[in-house]
């Protein structure tokens, strides 16, 4: 044998066990990483805000493909950890490097009805204690407004945009689209919006004699409440002519809040004074689009006040009547970002753009792609959803 090979062979030591599984283990998380950021990543339905379109524990994959990946704005994180270290807790990122918002070309961009995961607008304020609830409602509600009160009471933590807790909703209105609810119908531009035959809104009941028999709201998966001597009844547009059609059913009506009434906390822009608006009538807004410029002055700031200030970074004041962007006088803004508007398909029960506004195109995570596992609430083994697996999501909205 040559002199070199004998040396080579020499030289090649055999890798001990251990260091076998770290270069497997390292290969695999930066593998997973990879494919997290830039093609798909695992979701799991949390609420009921989609149903019946999407149901709570529907794991599905979201595509980053979609609408092209976003680069990580926040690079020093935790493989594979959202934004809090599990078992643990804490941040599973720090902020000492952060990026500008950038996205790579994908396959086509948001849609009209598209079902989109993105990162919660009001997430950037959360209570550590209350991670569930949100900041700014807290703030205005039980706090009035005073923030060194909260602060005293809970302990404030802040997260950069793609660190916020990730929202699933169904995206109703692109950028310059005009949108307006009138008594729970939804209008896009003048015209109404399609309408889903699983999505639900809720009906005040009138029956006769016992009423709806309980084993006909299990079988159907309703949701009611009493209220008075009728009850109200979650349904999907679908069930609501089989309902009718019962012969102890005297009449099915929307439950709505009529037009004017303002709700306690009251919905985006949270101003009663110039915004008498609630869940069933809302509107009309116009969308905010990249480059669009919009008059501003007191009486509809409100609408434009988190755009400016929070998404696109500005300094805003107002004093004595006027406004001021950076410390100039301003009577008039131009975007310089495309926003969204994101509703549930369970209207009744969806905090969605109609309590926190509009979603910026940096915000958005992906396209919900297909449902992988589906199971109820008697868990994986006992109430397995077999017919929801592997069907896209287009499917499952029909």
């Known amino acids: 044998m040559p002199f070199w090979k004998k040396k080579d062979k020499e030289n090649k030591k055999r890798k001990s066990v251990w260091r076998e ?3 497997a283990a390292i290969f695999a998380i930066v593998a997973a990483t990879i494919i997290r950021l830039f093609l798909f990543e695992a979701y799991t339905i949390p609420t009921g805000s989609m149903e019946g379109s999407l149901l709570v524990n529907d794991y599905l994959f979201v595509s980053k493909l979609a609408y092209g990946p976003r680069i990580p704005m926040t690079p020093l994180a935790i493989p594979l950890v959202h934004n809090t270290m599990p078992l643990t807790g804490g941040k599973s990122y720090t902020e000492a490097v952060q990026w500008k918002y950038h996205r790579w070309p994908g396959f086509g961009h948001i849609e009209r009805y598209d079902v989109v995961v993105f990162n919660y607008p009001g997430g950037d304020t959360v209570m550590e204690e209350r991670p569930g609830d949100d900041y700014y409602s807290a703030l205005r509600g039980e706090f009035n407004g005073n923030r060194e009160l909260m602060k005293t009471s809970y302990h404030i933590i802040t997260r950069p945009v793609d660190k916020k807790e990730n929202y699933i909703k169904r995206c109703v209105a692109l950028p310059g689209d005009k949108l307006e609810v009138k008594d729970a119908i939804l209008y896009i531009n003048d015209q109404p919006a399609t309408r889903y035959p699983h999505q639900k809104l809720l009906y005040q009941v009138q029956t006769k004699d016992f009423g709806i028999s309980d084993d ?16 109200l009844y979650n349904l999907a547009n679908d069930q609501v002519d089989m309902v009718k059609k019962l012969s102890q059913v005297v009449s099915v009506t929307p439950f709505l809040y009529p037009k004017g009434y303002t709700e306690d906390g009251g919905p985006f822009p949270q101003d009663t004074v110039h915004f008498k608006w609630n869940r069933d009538n809302y509107g009309p807004i116009v969308i905010p689009k990249a480059g669009v410029t919009v008059q501003i002055n007191p009486d509809n700031i409100a609408l434009y ?18 406004i001021f962007i950076n410390g100039q006088e301003a009577g008039s803004y131009t975007f310089k970002m495309d926003y969204y508007w994101m509703m549930g398909d369970n209207r009744d029960n969806s905090l ?3 309590y926190w506004g509009y979603v910026p195109i940096d915000h958005v995570v992906g396209k919900a792609w297909f449902v992988w596992l589906s199971f109820g609430k008697g868990g994986m083994l006992h ?8 069907r ?6 029909q």
């Open 392 to 397: 896209g999501i287009h499917s499952l909205e």
């Open 21 to 23: 599984w770290l270069d």
């Open 305 to 322: 006040r988190r755009v400016i200030a929070n998404y696109e970074g500005n300094k805003l004041e107002e004093r004595d009547g006027k």
């Open 383 to 390: 109430d397995m959803h077999w017919k929801r697996l592997f």
């Open 216 to 231: 006909f709201v299990e079988e159907n998966g309703i949701d009611r409440m009493p209220m008075g001597s009728s009850y």
């Open 352 to 354: 969605d753009s109609r």
